[in-house]
């Protein structure tokens, strides 16, 4: 079987210092916020990865101050990696050398995913591969959401959600943030995961898209399937924390 690498890749801050940045706090306070939601909530995800074979790549940008900088590079999980924005493609620069193929996960920094998503990623590359052209995609339509503020947690169905897996050739690979996650193109062929929620998408004061009830039609919360937070073991969270009014 031909070689495979399998990094996540995650876009903690690049961009937040720029003038145009798309907050409406100062950068000293979101990233004081963010780094409690990525601790809490998308770190113990992914160090609780049933299948620990991967690099997670975390994107920070260059004007990252030192401190909040020391808080990051603390954290000491041997899968993950910091990476600094600011060339071309910093994505590119990262990954191994070779020839193989470059399986790449996008999952956001307040964001979580279950247990079993590279697991189930990796089955699907074994499975698929002989029988699909490359670039193809790998997506999981059905999800959570939780309300911090209320505690709230229900099904999601979103067939663009923002984790999507791309599966191409290391020697001519771009990874999966050459698109944006609701602009694949159509004729990239996509396998679809439907069997259980596999991410955790998470409404706090910070964010500007996720809202319950959603305005997007294409994002779907079935109501009739609210969950327990107990669910979110399986994600690696301690519900305990959800109850730190400074996650909100």
């Known amino acids: 079987m031909r070689r495979f690498k399998h990094y996540i890749t995650t876009r903690f801050n690049a961009g937040l210092y720029n003038p145009d940045a798309r907050i409406h706090i100062c950068s000293d306070e979101w990233m004081r916020h963010r780094i409690k939601l990525f601790t809490a909530l998308t770190l113990p ?8 074979n991967f690099t997670w790549l975390v ?5 990252t101050p030192a401190a909040h ?13 910091l990476i600094d924005a600011g060339s071309a493609n910093p994505w590119l620069e990262a990954l191994e050398p070779g020839d193989y193929d470059l399986i ?5 920094n307040d ?15 074994a499975e698929q591969n002989s029988e699909r052209s490359k670039p193809w995609t790998i997506v999981f339509p059905f999800g959570f959401i939780l309300d911090l503020a209320t505690k709230e947690i229900f099904v999601m169905e979103y067939w663009f959600n923002n984790c999507p897996t791309l599966v191409e050739n290391s020697h001519s690979g771009r990874t999966i943030w050459q698109w944006d996650h609701s602009n694949i193109p159509a004729e990239v062929d996509k396998h679809y995961i439907t069997d259980k929620p596999y991410w955790l998408q998470v409404v706090h004061s910070q964010n500007l898209k996720n809202r319950i009830p959603v305005d997007n039609p294409i994002k779907i919360i079935h109501r009739q399937l609210n969950a327990r937070l107990e669910f979110l073991t399986y994600f690696g969270i301690d519900t305990k924390d959800l109850s730190n009014t400074n996650l909100i």
Request: hydrophobic letters at 35%; charged letters at 25%.
């Open 45 to 52: 995800s992914i160090m609780k990865q049933s299948c620990q």
């Open 59 to 63: 994107l920070i940008d260059k004007q």
């Open 69 to 81: 900088r020391q808080m990051l590079s603390n954290i000491r999980y041997p899968n993950m990696q």
């Open 104 to 108: 790449t996960t996008r999952i956001d």
């Open 111 to 125: 964001d979580a995913f279950h247990e079993d998503v590279v697991k189930t990623i990796q089955q699907s590359w």
